[in-house]
């Protein structure tokens, strides 16, 4: 079993390429593919970010209005002195952030949210161990103008799938939190701090509340960009794409690019790459005829009308997933961003775009990717003789392979097989010689008796298999635990199923997750 020198939590660390989890996309830019290197700035490490830093450009008129902002945002919120001293120092040249950016998910969503911003926190810290004579601010982005509702308003604890009914539409940041109190019916002893997150005016400073009360002690700066001045300073891109369609013109050339390469591309560049955003409403700006309008409304511009609307109301053009990115780096001095791996290959498209407006491309790390063992999990995995690596395997193929380990019989039929194609091979010799178009009739039979036989060595390690029930439950439960339904646990279930018997879940994460080591971390709770 290849695990490692044991945390209090950190059970060991399997190679991505081995997890069967990731795209080729992905792996081939972790392993700093030379085919993906136009597309990027560099694979993070500790080395990679200074030489990132030195090259950082970043206006100070841009750092004055974003600290001014984040104070006016953190009002009424009890904010660490590490957090306060993080805004402060967002108007030093030498300060630079770590970003993540995530859907305003209901309590916290799938567990990979967690590990996201640990990642930004860890990262820092050891960036300021290595840089003392810099800051470095970790940062989470909040994703509050996104309007894909169905995407966040249900979380999964305990095997229950737990779900908030609204019928708001629009910018999900806005959303007020009618009826989500049902959900505190469903679940005894919920966290304090969510009970009042969900007291506040709207979903985004619930989940600002939430976010500062799990890791404001680390110093994490949460940033919600729906707002007037912040939009301000993304005029002139807002100008840009809409009445001179460059950055679809600049995206398009790189979407070409890496599909010429052998690779599918995620995001697909449009002539106008901003949404109208207004009350309950975000819908796709589009050019027609006469001028400009807002699909599925009677809202109609021309073009010095549009113009005139981004001027005095600019918080009402609301990027998408094309220029959001870009969007993020105008506000925040930041060296790498940090995702998930669907995340990352679709920023590979914008290189372009960030280039043609002189911001300089964030280095994009892979957030910890993580799995938790409880107790019960690990006792089955010991009791299968279970390597880290077995894990990870086809359901199947891994029952199969314990089976055949641990079973006293015979399961297969290899020396018959091999018996088999000596009979009709001296079958096909002596029948040739007699007819040669008899050949293709006695591969064919031949063929068949081989399929007979794999039939009875499927009947018998099946057979077996219903002899060692015990073992084949054991190894489902344990795929059931780490990949519920199929899909990675990290993807499909709540942090609450740790924290509500292990408050310092959290610091476990914090403890164990190394941000510069790019392989899966297994993890076991400390129930």
């Not at 009042?196 to 110093?219: D, P, R, S, T």
């Not at 079958?427 to 008796?449: F, I, P, S, W, Y």
């Not at 795929?479 to 499909?492: C, I, M, N, T, Y």
């Not at 924290?499 to 790019?518: E, K, R």
């Amino acid at each position: 079993m290849s695990t490692l020198t044991e945390t209090d939590c950190l059970l060991s660390k399997v190679e991505f390429n081995q997890t069967n989890s990731f795209s080729s996309f992905f792996l081939d830019y972790i392993s700093d593919k030379e085919v993906l290197k136009p597309f990027h700035n560099g694979i993070p490490t500790i080395e990679s970010l200074k030489r990132q830093l030195d090259e950082r450009n970043f206006p100070q008129q841009h750092r004055q209005v974003v600290a001014q902002v984040l104070s006016s945002q953190y009002e009424g919120i009890e904010t660490s002195d590490l957090t306060s001293k993080h805004i402060g120092l967002l108007k030093e040249s030498n300060t630079f952030t770590i970003t993540t950016g995530h859907q305003l998910n209901i309590f916290t969503g799938p567990l990979y949210f967690i590990y996201k911003i640990v990642t930004v926190i860890n990262a820092c810290k050891e960036l300021k161990a290595a840089y003392p004579d810099y800051n470095f601010v970790p940062v989470y982005w909040m994703a509050s103008e996104d309007h894909d509702f169905d995407e966040i308003c249900h979380f999964r604890m305990n095997g229950k799938k737990l779900v908030w009914e609204t019928e708001q539409t629009g910018a999900v940041g806005r959303f007020n939190l009618k009826g989500i109190n049902k959900i505190f019916e469903q679940v005894i002893g919920m966290p304090e701090f969510f009970v009042q997150a969900y007291q506040k005016k709207n979903l985004a400073q619930a989940v600002l509340h939430y976010v500062n009360a799990l890791f404001g002690e680390e110093g994490l700066v949460v940033i919600d960009a729906d707002h007037h001045e912040l939009k301000s300073l993304f005029k002139p891109v807002i100008e840009s794409d809409i009445f001179e369609n460059q950055p679809q013109q600049i995206a398009q050339k790189t979407t070409d690019a890496l599909e010429a390469a052998g690779y599918s591309t995620q995001v697909f560049p449009r002539e106008i790459n901003f949404f109208y955003l207004k009350d309950d409403l975000r819908s796709r700006i589009i050019a027609t005829d006469t001028g400009y309008e807002v699909l599925d409304t009677e809202l109609h511009f021309t073009k010095d009308e549009l113009k005139q609307e981004i001027d005095q109301y600019p918080e009402r053009f609301s990027p998408n997933v094309l220029l959001r990115p870009l969007y993020q780096e105008f506000l925040l001095p930041n060296l790498a961003y940090v995702g998930g791996p669907s995340e990352l290959v679709y920023w590979l498209q914008l290189k372009g775009i960030f280039d043609h407006f002189e911001t300089t491309f964030p280095m994009l790390m892979p957030r910890n990717f993580a799995a938790v063992l409880d107790k019960n999990t690990l006792r089955k995995i010991e009791q299968v003789q279970m390597t880290w690596e077995d894990i990870f395997k086809n359901d199947h193929e891994l029952v199969n392979e314990k089976v055949r380990d641990q079973t006293t019989f015979q399961l297969d039929l290899a020396s018959q097989k091999a018996q088999l194609e000596t009979i009709f091979q001296q079958a096909l010799q002596q029948a040739v010689e007699v007819d040669t178009t008899l050949e293709r009739m006695v591969k064919g039979e031949h063929r068949r008796a081989e399929k007979t036989l794999e039939k009875v060595e499927q009947k018998i390690l099946k057979a077996e298999r219903k002899n060692q029930e015990v073992l084949v439950n054991r190894i489902y439960a344990i795929k059931e635990a780490l990949f519920p339904g199929g899909s990675p646990q990290e993807r499909k279930d709540n942090f609450l199923n740790f924290y509500m018997t292990d408050p310092n879940f959290v610091q476990g994460c914090l403890d164990s997750f190394d941000p510069f080591d790019y392989r899966f971390h297994l993890l076991k709770t400390n129930e």
